[in-house]
Nanobody, 122 residues
Framework: VQLVESGGGSALAGGSVRLSCAASGYTYSMRCMGWFRQPPGKQREGVAA??????TTYADSVKGRFTISKDNANTLYLQMHSLKPEDTAMYYC???????????????????WGQGTQVTVS
């Protein structure tokens, strides 16, 4: 299973960025997919998750600003608006063949991870 993130880069505060995560290398469905981030010098945190039935969950810090979605080609997206400097982090895509457990924002729920893409907001 491979998860490859793209779309990171630099943005100004108040701007927008869209991240993508292309999933490949498996024949079964990834029922729970999520985005996590790790700010410089801090622990990884859950940002958003989407279950197989389309249920989405967001961290309080990004509610109303970020939107998680998935297309039929198993590509996961994170649309980020109204970016803040505190959104600066390495962003990771994660996936698991099981349904999301609880909020889906705990990293321990996921078996598969991408390599990450950096988002810097200034």
């Amino acid at each position: 299973v491979q998860l490859v993130e793209s779309g990171g880069g630099s943005a100004l505060a108040g701007g927008s960025v869209r991240l993508s995560c292309a999933a490949s290398g498996y024949t079964y469905s990834m029922r729970c997919m999520g985005w996590f981030r790790q700010p410089p010098g801090k622990q990884r945190e859950g940002v958003a998750a989407i279950d197989i039935d389309g249920t989405t969950t967001y961290a309080d810090s990004v509610k109303g600003r970020f939107t998680i979605s998935k297309d039929n080609a198993n590509t996961l997206y994170l649309q980020m608006h109204s970016l803040k400097p505190e959104d600066t982090a390495m962003y990771y895509c994660a996936a698991d063949p099981r349904r999301c457990v609880g909020s889906g924002l705990r990293g321990t729920e996921y078996d598969y991870w991408g390599q990450g893409t950096q988002v810097t907001v200034s």
